[in-house]
């Protein structure tokens, strides 16, 4: 069993959940192979937390399944953009914490 936390990524949390449901119970060199593919920002974040959550079980790949892919809410960044009058709009620029947790395949899951 090894899990890997990534902290305070600035990616939506709501699009970054999406990703991460797709990927949860998947094998871990397959989960990795479609999120290549996957044009979506939170996609390559989360493969790399996958890989890094399958080096600390100390398997490889191909011998590891996604157990738990977890994206909670981090910080809201809160910046302002200037607007017509000398007024401002806010923009809200929200962080995310994921979480990977990986486990040895049983023999008959590939």
Do not use: C
Not at 6 to 29: C, D, H
Not at 68 to 78: N, Q
């Amino acid at each position: 069993m090894g899990k890997a936390i990534l902290k305070f990524i600035r990616v939506s949390p709501t699009k970054a959940r999406l990703i991460a449901r797709e990927v949860q119970g998947m094998n871990a060199e397959y989960a990795i192979a479609s999120l290549e593919f996957t044009p979506n920002k939170a996609a390559g974040i989360i493969s790399k937390v996958i890989a890094s959550a399958v080096a600390n079980a100390g398997l490889e790949p191909e011998e590891a399944v996604i157990t738990s892919a977890r994206v909670d809410k981090g910080p809201v960044l809160k910046r302002f953009t200037p607007r017509a009058r000398g007024s401002a709009s806010p923009k809200h620029k929200p962080t995310a914490h994921i979480m990977i947790e990986v486990a040895a395949a049983e023999k008959g899951d590939k």
